[in-house]
């Protein structure tokens, strides 16, 4: 039998049917297997790395596990690159069913999905993908906040996900401390536009991923905040020839969701499965985007590209010269009866239990 996602589930009863006279053998197994269907949908283009993965890795995985008991299979439908949505769309496309799940760009959705944040409200602690995926999806698990966020957008959280080892500044002209950054305009998207305040003239301009080459080429910023791996993907050392390694941090930026009507209509042996190759998921995502980085910069700097390190003393004035917008942003969740403020210290805790110091502890100021 096959359960569909079109609509809202409908079950295609099916049966057996014995031809006359037929004889089943007592050795012969029974045909148990339901199919679901579900569609899978990013407004990102399949060349994004997160995407690519959860066709190569996250799908050949839910496939493997459910075959081991052959009860149920998935007929996959894969829609990305604004084929349904764009990639600000998703959280609203998963929300009317136009996809059963999906991978949400959260720095899209400040307002609804505030405590999805909570890394990058907090740079200049940890430049490793899968310390900071780790944390924040125990954060999601011992807080109830994330998943009553997504709940409230007609959603399961699943996963988070972190796709960059860590927002570097990639810009057109040499940018080697932040006296250089003063009167930038600067691509960005979500929290990480904050970075730029207490910089003097500096400006933020929001924009996606697949819209920073052209905005750069086009004059319209002078410099991007991205990671490696992204500026590979997306050609940006033919129009931002500079990076500058300020090792800015990593943060979740992409969550693993499924439309709540289609999750509560899933077996219960499909809903395990997909809990658990999610989190394989975001593991291996983490570990790709880490095994990449060194890989990524080797490949910018083939392209054309200058790497400048930031020095320690331009990163701490840097991050000193910041507002403490986690600070800001754990009050707000406060004010709304949310534990911001508890939320923020665990996880500044577990990353330092990782190993990870803060160049400003961005909790101690609460």
Same mark, same amino acid.
């Given at each position: 039998?096959?359960?569909?996602?079109?609509?809202?589930?409908?079950?295609?009863?099916?049966?057996?049917?014995?031809?006359?006279?037929?004889?089943?053998?007592?050795?012969?197994?029974?045909?148990?297997?339901?199919?679901?269907?579900?569609?899978?949908?990013?407004?990102?283009?399949?060349?994004?790395?997160?995407?690519?993965?959860?066709?190569?890795?996250?799908?050949?995985?839910?496939?493997?596990?459910?075959?081991?008991?052959?009860?149920?299979?998935?007929?996959?439908?894969?829609?990305?690159?604004?084929?349904?949505?764009?990639?600000?769309?998703?959280?609203?496309?998963?929300?009317?069913?136009?996809?059963?799940?999906?991978?949400?760009?959260?720095?899209?959705?400040?307002?609804?999905?505030?405590?999805?944040?909570?890394?990058?409200?907090?740079?200049?602690?940890?430049?490793?993908?899968?310390?900071?995926?780790?944390?924040?999806?125990?954060?999601?698990?011992?807080?109830?906040?994330?998943?009553?966020?997504?709940?409230?957008?007609?959603?399961?959280?699943?996963?988070?996900?972190?796709?960059?080892?860590?927002?570097?500044?990639?810009?057109?002209?040499?940018?080697?401390?932040?006296?250089?950054?003063?009167?930038?305009?600067?691509?960005?998207?979500?929290?990480?536009?904050?970075?730029?305040?207490?910089?003097?003239?500096?400006?933020?301009?929001?924009?996606?991923?697949?819209?920073?080459?052209?905005?750069?080429?086009?004059?319209?910023?002078?410099?991007?905040?991205?990671?490696?791996?992204?500026?590979?993907?997306?050609?940006?050392?033919?129009?931002?020839?500079?990076?500058?390694?300020?090792?800015?941090?990593?943060?979740?930026?992409?969550?693993?969701?499924?439309?709540?009507?289609?999750?509560?209509?899933?077996?219960?042996?499909?809903?395990?499965?997909?809990?658990?190759?999610?989190?394989?998921?975001?593991?291996?995502?983490?570990?790709?985007?880490? $095994?990449?980085?060194?890989?990524? !910069?080797?490949?910018?700097? =083939?392209? *054309?590209? %200058?790497? #400048?390190?930031?020095?320690? &003393? @331009?990163?701490?004035?840097?991050?000193?010269?910041?507002?403490?917008?986690?600070?800001?942003?754990?009050?707000?969740?406060?004010?709304?009866?949310?534990?911001?403020? $508890?939320?923020?210290?665990?996880? !500044?805790?577990?990353?330092? =239990?990782? *190993?990870? %110091?803060? #160049?400003?502890?961005?909790? &101690? @100021?609460?």
């Amino acid at each position: 039998m096959t359960r569909m996602t079109t609509g809202r589930r409908s079950l295609i009863a099916g049966a057996l049917a014995l031809a006359s006279g037929f004889t089943i053998s007592a050795n012969t197994p029974a045909i148990a297997q339901e199919t679901i269907n579900l569609i899978a949908i990013d407004g990102y283009p399949e060349r994004s790395m997160w995407v690519r993965e959860f066709s190569a890795f996250f799908i050949p995985r839910v496939d493997e596990e459910l075959a081991k008991t052959g009860n149920y299979s998935i007929n996959w439908q894969e829609s990305y690159g604004g084929a349904i949505v764009k990639p600000r769309g998703v959280l609203e496309g998963i929300k009317l069913g136009l996809g059963d799940i999906g991978i949400v760009t959260t720095i899209f959705h400040n307002s609804s999905l505030p405590s999805q944040g909570i890394s990058a409200v907090t740079p200049f602690i940890a430049a490793d993908a899968r310390a900071v995926a780790t944390a924040v999806d125990e954060i999601a698990k011992e807080f109830p906040q994330m998943a009553a966020e997504l709940g409230a957008e007609n959603q399961v959280y699943l996963a988070t996900g972190v796709v960059l080892d860590t927002y570097q500044m990639f810009s057109k002209e040499p940018v080697n401390s932040l006296k250089d950054l003063e009167g930038k305009k600067v691509a960005g998207a979500g929290y990480n536009l904050r970075y730029l305040e207490g910089i003097e003239g500096a400006a933020g301009v929001r924009g996606g991923l697949p819209d920073f080459y052209n905005m750069l080429q086009t004059g319209v910023v002078d410099a991007a905040m991205l990671w490696p791996e992204a500026a590979g993907t997306f050609k940006i050392a033919e129009v931002a020839p500079y990076m500058l390694k300020a090792d800015l941090g990593a943060v979740n930026s992409k969550t693993l969701t499924v439309n709540k009507d289609v999750w509560a209509d899933l077996p219960d042996e499909v809903k395990e499965v997909l809990q658990t190759v999610a989190v394989e998921y975001r593991d291996h995502v983490a570990g790709v985007a880490m $095994d990449s980085a060194a890989e990524a !910069i080797e490949t910018y700097k =083939a392209g *054309g590209g %200058t790497v #400048v390190e930031m020095s320690d &003393a @331009e990163r701490q004035a840097w991050a000193n010269a910041m507002p403490n917008i986690a600070a800001e942003w754990a009050a707000e969740l406060d004010g709304k009866g949310a534990p911001g403020s $508890d939320m923020l210290k665990a996880y !500044i805790g577990k990353l330092e =239990a990782a *190993g990870f %110091t803060p #160049v400003r502890n961005w909790a &101690a @100021e609460l």
